[in-house]
């Protein structure tokens, strides 16, 4: 499961592409679709690769996207144990 | 649950405002996010942090936070600023202001302040251009430039600010751009942190008319030179630090010394010179 | 509320205008002011300079006066009682901010004390070259209130008085002074704390939730906050709202900037103190104000040891212009002589005021110096 997630408030956006190109993984891409004043917001193309680090949170200029972590599943402490080996 | 998550910089700012009139591309609401984040990071009591802004495309931003903030006159915000401060030192005072206002108009209460070692935040968003009126030349034009009021092209020298400033007595000196989000912030915490007059230049597209005027494509390019022609070199020499367009930019964290600041300096002689019939003052509030 | 004792340099003392002057600003709970050295004014934040460490307060000479007529509005928003002084040059390069404090509503104190002009001018001698300036000298549509001390005990009570108006009705007050009233030396009594009477901020009592920065009760002046207190507010110098927010309408514009000239002449009668005399019977009145008014007191005398019947209008304020007052004047006198030092300033709102019914005539002085009461006199006798 994903790390993060974005939210993207699609009618603030002003298709600067900052979180397209600055995304460390790739998450994001410019969509065809519109917004009511003609600008293509971003929409999540590879959602599973999303950490929820938020960069495209600080570049956004319009406020419109921020990235948030997501709870993940209890590891357990053996597991933990194994995987710093 | 996804609803209840709510965009960190959302409280900061007054959302019965939104949205700004800043344009696409434009790089202030990337530093208001910087911002923002660095004052979560600090831990500072928001209630005693007050922003005081020029007049500008960056002197728009007093009006966007929800912080006690003050919208003055153009190039005067750090004059205010010093007001400010000198009656409530509680408050953690910002001025946030573009290149023109402060560098131009404001120049003189630049150097002065930072000679007096002011305790005040100074985030300068350097857009290299007056872009609230137009795109005239600013005093951080760089050389062969088209503006609206250099139409052949800028013949002026550029100031470098973080040489002006350091040599004034700033105690904190730093450049990033737009493209360094993370730097930018922790810069900000440190000067949150830190007595005396600290001042952070960032630097920032004007796509509309710095960019479009000298057909240097739009914020992202920008945001992509910036990438590409930055160096950190934290501790370089300010003198090192000049600008040219679209040449190699050195960002970085450049001086960070401490001295008394201006009230540390008022009360000690003061002091020393009244005893005990110097009555210092907290806080000038009247009744 | 009285003032605070520690302030109040309670006493009968020989002292200048511009020192009466600091210690009424003392006196009236300052304890902060900015400024910029220029004769003849400077002495008025030397003493400050030297008497406010001990009362708590702070003095900032900055770089210039751009810089020092808005550090202390800065002050202000920070909560305290701020002022700053100068003289012509510096008045006109503290215009732009003397707009800001009219269209922000801080209330604060600009001492003007006048010296020869334009530009350099004579720097170490009088004029009162600078009345319309007080008035109309920043852009845009504004009111302000401004005094006219004649003496340095004037100086002290007037600048308590410029203190309180400005806080009554959050705006900026002029105290205009002139060079001989601000370095004559004269008896100065200054009264216990609790007979002085001070206007306290009018700070909100509402919780920050429920505040609006330019929110007008009955007298359309808004209540006050200090930054630091939680009310997250902001102050802008574009045309804005009752939240404080810019506004570019015309519905704005018109609301906001009747209201800022309302809220002072709707009170311009409380606000335009005059000290008259022998109106009884006057055929002529002469009107004056600052130091002309002492020459013109001379001259009064002068002429009604004659048998004239001569009447006084001495302007205590000359901003807003007492026209109610000159008005009623101009049914039954038959002319005003103004004398002033300029070519022709207040004259005109006489003119103005009096609409006609009256001849008006000026008394005009180039400034550098003061009337002869001889001047003053053979105007009288022709107005007559």
Known sequence: MAKGAVKIVVERCKACGFCVEFCPTKVLALSSAFNSKGYHPPHVVAAEKCSGCDLCGMYCPDFAIFGYRLPQPQATPAKETADAR | MSSEIRNPVEPFLRMDRMPHIWCPGCGIGTTVNCFTRALIESKVDLENVAIVSGIGCTGRVAGYVKLDSFHTTHGRAIPFATGLKLANPKLNVVVYSGDGDLSAIGGNHLIHAARRNIDLKVICVNNLIYAMTGGQTAPTTPNDAITSTAPYGSYEPAFNLPHLVEAAGAVYVARWTTYHVRQLARSMQEAFAKKGFCFIEVLSPCPTLYQRRNKLGDGLETMKYYKEKSKVRNGAPTSELGLSMQGEIIVGKFVDRDRPDYRELMRHRLAETLGERYVECEELVCS | ?384
């Open chain 3, 1 to 384: 509320m009285h003032a605070d004792p520690a302030g109040v340099l309670t006493g009968v003392h020989f002292l200048d205008g511009d020192h009466a002057c600091c210690e009424g600003a003392l006196a009236a709970g300052a304890r902060f002011a900015s400024g910029y050295p220029i004769t003849p004014s400077t002495e008025v934040v030397e003493r400050f300079a030297a008497r406010v460490p001990t009362l708590g307060g702070i003095f900032i000479q900055m770089e210039d006066e751009l810089a020092a007529s808005i550090a202390l509005q800065g002050a202000v928003w920070g909560g305290a009682k701020a002022f700053t002084v100068t003289s012509g040059p510096g008045f006109s390069l503290m215009m732009e901010h003397i707009g800001y404090a009219a269209m922000t509503e801080t209330p604060c104190v600009f001492v003007n004390v006048q010296r020869g002009g334009p530009s350099t001018g004579l720097p170490t001698l009088p004029a009162q070259a600078d009345m319309m300036q007080a008035r109309w000298g920043s852009h845009g549509d504004y009111e302000i209130i401004a005094l006219c001390p004649n003496s340095p005990q004037e100086c002290f009570d007037l600048t308590i008085k410029a203190f309180n108006f400005a806080e009554q009705f959050r705006v900026p007050v002029m105290l205009m002074m002139d060079e001989v009233v601000g370095h004559m030396t004269e008896k100065v009594v200054i009264p216990p704390a609790e007979q002085i009477a001070i206007q306290p901020r009018r700070h909100t009592g509402k919780r920050p939730p429920d505040y609006l920065p330019y929110e007008t009760n009955g007298d359309m002046v808004p209540e006050m906050a200090h930054a630091g207190e939680g009310y997250k507010f902001h102050i802008t110098g574009l045309t804005h709202d009752q939240r404080g927010y810019p506004v570019m309408t015309v519905p704005a514009q018109d609301k906001l900037v009747r209201r800022l000239q309302q809220k002072i002449q709707r009170a311009a009668e409380e606000i335009s103190l005059f000290e008259e005399g022998n109106m009884d019977d006057a055929d002529v009145v002469v009107v004056s104000y600052g130091i002309t008014s002492r020459v013109a007191q001379r001259a009064i005398e002068l002429a009604r040891s004659d048998g004239r019947r001569i009447g006084k209008l001495r302007l205590i304020t000359a901003w807003p212009f007492p026209e109610h007052r000159i008005r009623a004047l101009a049914q039954k006198a038959k002319a005003f002589v103004v004398p002033e030092l300029n070519l022709g300033q207040m004259v005109r709102e006489v003119e103005r005021a009096a609409g006609g019914r009256a001849r008006v005539a000026p008394v005009s002085h180039a400034g550098g110096g003061v009337h002869r009461p001889e001047d003053i006199l053979r105007a009288i006798v022709e107005a007559a």
